[in-house]
């Protein structure tokens, strides 16, 4: 069933009169999925015209060395922005407690670079077999998903909202957190737009409200306090970074943007050992600190800072999470006597990125990383760069499971094509026990 960005649902059986969102529309609760699922559209509401000349512009803006990190309005409840997952569940979770208490564990996605200029395809069919996932049992049902950055190509805009991310995730039963990532802040050369003016519409709502940008859907906007944050969800943590605007390398603190970010993770991490937390701490940034053979290269600047913050502290991740490059890599960083996955799911629905340049042969694994004057070693495990996919991570209070799923294998399909499983408390990665 095709719906108008326009602002009109059309009323089926045993539905309400449709909300009408040519402005924003209050509501006192979040709204995620629609009341009955609808068939996939075959092409966009929104016509989609070609950003070639723009980023022609752009290609000769970096050239010339004219570009630079865009500063961004400061999250609400600095220096450490918090949201729970109870609060974006409008407190109202005593049925997740229940169920994470009784089965003793938490199932969550993560997927980056979803949105697709070209076509609703590879983005749907993500978002599909995610959606296939609810029909697990309760003790293995997703409870959120949190994006990885690039919700929306190619400069973040309002008018493609609807078809990048309402429209694919219209059938996504529960709340979906995200971070920005360089295409949902860049301003396009030539315009006026004020850089991330529409995620922090649709992101960063002071309260529970269907934007515009929905159209006839009626998801909310999330709550989120800001580009940078802290999410806490039962047994699980994730710190959350914007790392930015250039395609590379990934900036989360410089004179130009200035420092709050490195004071939030200080903040952060020192909260996390004052409070001993005992479950999983992941770290979340688009940019990925390690690439292997893809045109996005590392962020090293931006790795040797959160390293800087995570040794003074004496708090690491056991897992960092992030997208940018468009396929799935996975590395193991050999940190001390600890092994940390840092993970790359940016093979969402975009456009796929073959890690090695054409006429090269395939990149076998494992191998090991040369990364001048780093300390730690670092091996690529695994990585995929034939398929769309995202990641479903399992948390109980011993272990942190992160399992990277092809959209390719089907909804019928529930056996990861990659996995690692990560021990909370002697951060070593080790065999799943359920």
Not at 266 to 275: D, F, G, I, S
Request: with cysteine.
């Amino acid at each position: 069933m095709a719906r108008s960005p326009q602002g009109r649902r059309p009323k089926g059986p045993g539905q309400s009169e449709p909300i009408d969102n040519i402005g924003p529309t209050d509501l006192s609760h979040p709204v995620f999925a629609q009341p009955q699922p609808t068939l996939d559209p075959t092409r966009f509401e929104v016509r989609h015209p070609s950003d070639g000349p723009a980023y022609k512009r752009i290609d000769e803006l970096n050239r010339e060395h004219r570009l630079a990190p865009l500063p961004f309005p400061p999250p609400r409840g600095l220096p450490e922005p918090r949201l729970s997952l109870a609060a974006v569940l409008g407190d109202n979770d005593a049925a997740l407690q229940r169920r994470i208490a009784t089965h003793g564990q938490i199932v969550f996605h993560a997927v980056g670079d979803t949105g697709n200029t070209r076509g609703p395809e590879s983005q749907s069919r993500v978002a599909d077999k995610m959606v296939s996932d609810f029909a697990d049992p309760a003790a293995d049902a997703p409870s959120f998903c949190f994006h990885l950055g690039d919700v929306i190509y190619s400069f973040g805009e309002a008018q493609y909202y609807y078809d990048q991310f309402y429209e694919p995730y219209r059938d996504y039963p529960a709340p979906i957190v995200a971070l920005a990532g360089n295409h949902d802040g860049v301003v396009a050369p030539g315009t006026n737009a004020a850089t991330l003016a529409a995620f922090l519409e649709n992101f960063c709502a002071a309260s529970f409200e269907v934007t515009p940008e929905a159209g006839g859907l009626s998801r909310t906007a999330q709550i989120q306090p800001g580009v940078f944050f802290t999410f806490e969800a039962p047994l699980v943590r994730i710190l959350a970074l914007y790392s930015n605007t250039l395609e590379d390398p990934g900036v989360i603190a410089n004179e130009t943007i200035g420092h709050a970010q490195l004071a939030y993770l200080k903040a952060a991490l020192e909260r996390v050992k004052a409070e001993a937390f005992a479950g999983a701490l992941l770290l979340a940034h688009h940019h990925p600190a390690y690439t292997a053979g893809s045109k996005h290269g590392w962020s090293e600047h931006m790795l040797s800072q959160i390293d800087a913050i995570c040794a003074e502290v004496g708090v690491w991740p056991h897992a960092v999470l992030s997208g940018h490059a468009h396929n799935y890599q996975r590395f193991t960083r050999l940190h001390g006597h600890t092994q940390i996955p840092y993970i790359i799911a940016g093979n969402g629905g975009h456009g796929l990125a073959k890690l090695m340049r054409r006429g090269e042969g395939p990149l076998r694994t494992p191998q090991a990383l040369q990364v001048p004057g780093h300390a730690d070693r670092v091996i690529l495990e695994n990585y995929d760069d034939q398929d769309y996919g995202y990641l479903r991570i399992v948390v109980t209070s011993a272990q942190l499971r992160i399992e990277y799923h092809p959209a390719s294998d089907g909804a019928e399909a529930k056996t990861p094509d990659d996995f690692v499983t990560v021990d909370l408390a002697t951060r070593k990665l080790v065999h799943f026990s359920g």
